[in-house]
T-cell receptor, first 114, second 109 residues
Framework: NAGVTQTPKFQVLKTGQSMTLQCAQD?????MYWYRQDPGMGLRLIYY???????DKGEVPNGYNVSRLNKREFSLRLESAAPSQTSVYFC?????????????FGEGSRLTVL | AQRVTQPEKLLSVFKGAPVELKCNYS??????LFWYVQYSRQRLQLLLR??SRESIKGFTADLNKGETSFHLKKPFAQEEDSAMYYC???????????FGTGTSLTVIP
């Protein structure tokens, strides 16, 4: 059981380039999330998908787009990368209803925008 | 608005000393609160949740609705407790998980 898998683990971009972070979970979870982690800022929610076919903005959605491709996969796209998007990105999934479902995290993707 | 506040970015204690990591929240309703931990070079993982009222690795956390707090405590810190700790709140819409800014705990041998 792989859990939550993110690719790539590391990426360097130039300002203005685009890229997609991929996330897949094999736990049959309904909800999936994208966070960014920055020093002193903690984890901030970018987008989430409560169920297949739905996506919603989190705290810091500007500059990002997401796609819930199917129940397993939830991708995060940077259309025109900016240095402010240099961060570590975490994908997470959650299966339970209400408060019973804990978040399971991927290993993170470290993105540097030059 | 739902917010989670962890006032201490860094916390150092000696091995064997008690440790308390503070978490305060603001929420209109009945909150669901969690503590997550991130050890060096590992992914974030759930440490405990308030509804379980359990003790994991010697840690406990009690929800105090009057003080809107969910502090994490351990009576005797161990070196292996050194990690980043995040307090988290499950949002009213049932989907959004909000995290605090985290507290980096260092246990000094």
């Amino acid at each position: 059981n792989a859990g939550v898998t993110q690719t790539p683990k590391f990426q360097v971009l130039k300002t203005g380039q685009s890229m997609t972070l991929q996330c897949a979970q094999d736990m049959n979870h309904n909800s999936m999330y994208w966070y960014r982690q920055d020093p002193g800022m903690g984890l901030r929610l970018i987008y989430y998908s409560a169920s297949e076919g739905t996506t919603d903005k989190g705290e810091v959605p500007n500059g990002y787009n997401v796609s819930r491709l199917n129940k397993r996969e939830f991708s995060l796209r940077l259309e025109s990368a900016a240095p402010s998007q240099t961060s570590v990105y975490f994908c997470a999934s959650r299966g339970g209803q209400g408060y019973t479902g804990e978040l399971f995290f991927g290993e993170g993707s470290r993105l540097t925008v030059l | 608005a739902q917010r989670v506040t962890q006032p201490e970015k860094l916390l150092s204690v000696f091995k064997g000393a008690p440790v308390e990591l503070k978490c305060n929240y603001s929420y209109s309703g009945s909150p669901e609160l969690f503590w997550y931990v991130q050890y060096s070079r590992q992914r974030l993982q759930l440490l405990l949740r308030h509804i379980s009222r359990e003790s994991i690795k010697g840690f406990t956390a009690d929800l105090n609705k009057g003080e809107t707090s969910f502090h994490l405590k351990k009576p005797f810190a161990q070196e292996e407790d050194s990690a980043m700790y995040y307090c988290a709140l499950l949002g009213a819409l049932g989907g959004q998980f909000y995290f605090g800014t985290g507290t980096s705990l260092t246990v000094i041998p």
